[in-house]
């Protein structure tokens, strides 16, 4: 059985082809693998935040069960700092301001396009 070398052409082209997918499909692995190993680099470094914070906070509810002896002194900065960390994990982020070119739009539609309001 023979092929006509047109055959040939369209069988090489498709080997080709393949080939290239092959090695495109081998660059996508290697991308998705450099991406999860940042991924878990990055939760590696926010557990490790984590627990600073919680060491920190811990240090300063000690300094803070302390009896002051002036006004101003540590035991009062770190009853502020323990106040400060408290409100900012109850209180969500405002939302960002309004341009005053998109607020005519948001208040023809009622309410912002972003689903903050």
Not at 79 to 104: C, F, G, H, I, K
Request: glycine fraction near 4%.
């Amino acid at each position: 059985m023979s092929l006509d070398v047109e055959a040939l052409k369209r069988l090489n082209a498709a080997v080709f082809t393949a080939v290239e997918e092959r090695e495109e499909l081998r660059r996508q692995v290697r991308v998705a693998r450099q991406t999860l190993a940042d991924f878990a680099a990055i939760d590696r470094e926010r557990i490790a935040l984590q627990r600073r914070v919680r060491r920190l906070e811990a240090a300063l509810r000690q300094i803070a069960a302390c009896q002051p002896n002036a006004p101003g002194d540590v035991v009062h900065v770190a009853r502020a700092a323990l106040v400060a960390t408290t409100e900012s994990r109850e209180t969500p982020p405002a939302p960002p301001p309004l341009d005053p070119q998109e607020a005519w739009p948001l208040y023809r539609e009622g309410g912002r396009s972003d689903g903050l309001g």
